[in-house]
């Protein structure tokens, strides 16, 4: 409670430290952020600032009423700062900086595990092949109960002491050093009781991309753009397209994006002429195009691009590039709308900021930010059940989508091909 007028402190010598490292920066940056204001005035308005900054760590260090440790202050101030740019600029802590890296790189120590939101535990959610995970026989959907003697148990009510730990935080756990162990205390429905596994942690690298045929149709899923992924879009479309009479289903859906220039290389595997994205950085001042290529290139498959409300960022470079150039049909629903590019940038400390520092355009010049692409052709995720008005007791109608021939197409594909409609969209209109 507010109680009188405060005393004028002291900066202590660690804020002064700080203060005096942080105004040199800002001075060194050019003035930024006056831009625009008349020199005297822009270097008297900074100051101010710099002085409200210094004064505010001074008050909260000796002041508030618990102590707070310097870095935390200081990450606070600079996530603050970056919280004020735009929704997709961050501030990482150098643990969460480096497990940014390892996902975008898709290497990492770990077990080739991913924990998801399950019941009274986390469930397995995915297993890379060929992992510690995969030669200890674990599958889709066990329970992981423990983690390193930990119970990963779900707190029993709102009034519990303990706080609840997310699936995310847990699949953290599993990660570390290559060559160290972690136990795990697994369920399965079929077994009589817990068993637990010590598995020893490995370099796991996690595939980006799925490759499967379905008749005459190459299926190629890309969950995100990472490091290894253009490579293995090239060796499926190498592998794929030698078989005569095969279209390509491109599938992006749930994508993120990732890394721009992986992208941009998927896109010119399509296209063998025209511009591909323009990258506009700082202020407009310079324009970068990238434009597609004859060499490697695949154009001349019939293809189709599916796309749903999370198809973000290169993804959507991608479909904007092929539906503009008239060489892919897009199928699905709107995507997200991301049209700007974010960088990696390395702090001293380890930690870092991933900061946009451009936007692209389309072909024909035309931004994403908030539009999204339209699909071609729209399909929702779900099929609605069709019932009759009266007589039946409301019994559903046999859908006439599902009962389409899938002629040449396993059984496996097509229980895959009904329980997608989507998907089932695209192949029928390349099989058509």
Known sequence: MYSGPMRNRRVPHWVASHFTTFAIGLLLAGGTIAHGLPSQRANDQRYEALDSFAQSLSLIATSHVDVVGERKLLYGAIRGMVGELDPHSAFYTPSQYTRLRQDTEGEFGGIGL?????????????????????????????????????STARK?????????????????????????????????????????????????????????????VAHISIRRFREATSRDVYRALSIELAKPNTSIILDMRGNPGGLLDKGIE????????????????????????ARA?????????????????????????????????GRATIIGVSTYGKGSVQSFLDLKDGSGLKLTTSRYLTPKGATLEGVGIEPDIRSEAFEPMVVTAGGTGGEPVK??????????????????LLEDPQLLKAFQHLTK
Do not use: C
């Open 266 to 289: 998927v896109a010119d595997y399509f296209l063998d002429k025209g511009v591909i994205v323009s990258v506009v950085s700082r202020g407009g001042r310079d324009v970068e195009v």
């Open 114 to 150: 991913t924990l998801g939101e399950g019941g009274a535990y986390p469930i397995v959610e995915a297993v890379v092949p060929a992992s510690p995970a995969s030669r200890a026989g674990l599958q889709i959907g066990d329970e992981v109960a423990g983690i390193d003697g930990a």
């Open 399 to 416: 859908n006439t989508v599902k009962s389409h021939k899938l002629t040449g197409v396993s059984a496996i594909h097509r229980e895959q």
């Open 293 to 325: 290529h004859k060499e490697r290139s695949f154009s001349k498959a019939p293809m189709v691009v599916l796309v749903d409300q999370n198809t973000a960022s290169a993804s959507e470079i991608i479909a904007a590039a092929l539906q503009e150039a």
């Open 156 to 216: 029993k009510s709102e009034s519990s002491s303990e706080p609840e730990v997310s699936a995310v935080a847990w699949h953290s756990r599993l990660r570390g050093a290559t060559g160290t162990r972690v136990k795990l205390r697994v369920l399965r429905g079929e077994w009589v009781a817990p068993r637990t596994l010590t598995l020893v942690r490995e370099r796991i690298a996690v595939p980006s991309v799925h490759s499967e045929r379905i008749g005459n």
